[in-house]
């Protein structure tokens, strides 16, 4: 999955936007961000959480207009996502985690044929003169 830019989410952010990015950024939902948020400034860092949060708020852009359009191609499942609300199916979900599961299943077959093959053990003798 290619990684998407971080931007602030004011439509459905709650203050400026910046948990609701994040989320984006990481394909989260949104409440898990802000109770993490929450939880730190409630747990002691409070003032190093409102700095953030003001810094935050300062330097990341807001969203362009079609940017969510743009990453719910690349967003097809998230964390704790409820695949009814979505309009997916449950079968069309299993079969997109069964088509990542196999990209990745492929990506490791080609890391273990290069860590185990010839060239591996030459580049690494390169790497450590």
Known sequence: ??????????????ISGVCAG?????AIEVWLV??????AFLLGGSFLVLLTYAAMTLMIEKQPANYVESIKVQQEHKLKNKPWQQGQ??????????KDLH?????????????????????????SL
């Open 103 to 127: 990209q990745l299943e492929e990506q490791v077959r080609d890391l273990e044929a290069y860590v185990t093959s010839d060239r591996f053990q030459v580049d690494r003798e390169f790497k």
């Open 89 to 98: 199916t449950p079968e069309s979900l299993l079969n997109t985690i069964e």
């Open 34 to 39: 802000r109770i993490l948020f929450i939880s």
């Open 22 to 26: 994040l989320a984006n950024y990481f």
């Open 1 to 14: 999955m290619n990684r998407t830019e971080l931007y602030r989410d004011p439509i459905n952010g709650k």
